[in-house]
């Protein structure tokens, strides 16, 4: 038997840097990627004084309810929507998440997803596959340009910021909207302008989500908001499922009142709205817009330091939610 602190680590992630918890923690890694119940999930943070978690842990009062000893959530993301932050404060748990070290992975994302649906990359792609070369006819296959179209972001965090500085490169006017304006110095540093929300969803040629989910964005966008929107519009969502009503957006995607969209994300994954599966205008992927080699390695280190840094044992490198 051990005196030392339990730390247990709800999925496999980079044992080097979960080693260096070793020296003052007893460390458990489940080794499956499986989404455990909330019984089972209450039955290990039971017996822990420190988590290290991700998104597929819903972690709430219940979850805690037997968890006497357990000090910190840490979650290996920078949205924090799977945790119940004020039934962890009433709980005395501290919260953390994986800000910062993600922003340039998920805008280079945001940007790939762009322009994969502006060029028809993936459905051009299943058409090669299937054999279809020669069919290609020289007006076959035409997407849209990038160049001098309108960059909306709605949300313009510092992940936001990171897509906007992206589109100097393509020459792409950008508008954003947040609850307040950002400073004129950062506006001016992201060649972005604030407009209300009207006139965002209006003027976007390409409109992408950098919000976090939250009670206030879900639904953010749905169909009042997708009917404002150019029926040549591409809508990109990088940020969070339910932040847009799939259901609404499928409907808008296959009457073409709206061109496209591209969505790393969605409502209940994940499980998808099937209609989305069925649309040739939309670019899906598995909410894998942080998944870079240095990104996953760079947030598992954040929630190793926070989880350090709350025991005592080293500077703070990541910053709680709240
Ligand atoms: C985050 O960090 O919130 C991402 O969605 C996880 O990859």
Redesign the pocket.
């Known amino acids: 038997m051990t005196d030392k602190p339990r730390v247990w680590v709800s999925r496999p992630t980079f044992p080097g840097v979960i080693a260096r918890l070793e020296p003052h923690f007893e460390v458990t890694v489940e080794d499956t990627e499986r989404k455990l119940g909330p019984s089972e999930l209450a039955a290990r943070l039971a017996r822990q004084d420190a988590v290290i978690v991700?998104?597929k842990d819903r972690i709430g009062a219940a979850e805690v309810g037997a968890a006497e000893r357990l000090r910190i959530v840490a979650?290996?993301?920078?949205?924090?929507d799977n945790i119940d932050v004020d039934a962890m404060s009433a709980a005395g748990i501290a919260v953390s998440?994986?800000a910062d070290v993600?922003n340039e992975s998920?805008a280079d994302y945001a940007w790939a997803l762009l322009l994969g649906a502006a060029r028809r990359m993936t459905a051009a792609e299943r058409w090669l596959r299937a054999g279809h070369w020669h069919a290609t006819e020289f007006k076959a296959w035409l997407g849209s340009d990038v160049r001098g179209r309108t960059l909306g972001i709605l949300g313009m965090g510092r992940i936001g910021q990171a897509i906007a500085h992206r589109a100097v490169g393509f020459g792409m006017p950008v508008i954003y909207h947040n609850r307040s304006p950002l400073p004129e110095a950062v506006e001016r540093a992201c060649h972005a302008r604030h407009v209300d929300k009207a006139q965002l969803l209006g003027e976007s040629d390409f409109l992408v989500l950098a919000l976090p989910l939250t009670p206030r964005t879900r639904h953010a966008v749905g169909a009042p908001e997708l009917a404002l929107m150019k029926p040549t519009a591409l809508l990109i969502n990088?940020?969070?499922g339910g932040i847009v009503d799939d259901a609404a957006l499928a409907a808008a995607l296959r009457d073409r009142r709206l061109a496209g969209a591209a969505l790393?994300?969605f409502e209940g994954e994940p499980k998808l709205h099937p209609a989305l599966l069925t649309l040739d205008n939309v670019v899906l992927s598995p909410?894998?817009?942080?998944?870079t080699t240095e990104t996953?390695r760079a947030?598992t280190s954040v929630a190793v330091d926070n989880v350090l840094a709350l025991f005592g044992h080293g500077p703070h490198a990541g910053r709680p939610p709240n």
């Not at 979650?75 to 924090?80: I, M, R, W």
């Not at 909410?287 to 998944?291: L, P, V």
């Open positions: 991700g998104l979650n290996l993301a920078v949205g924090y998440n994986t993600l998920v990088i940020a969070r790393d994300v909410h894998i817009a942080s998944a996953r947030m």
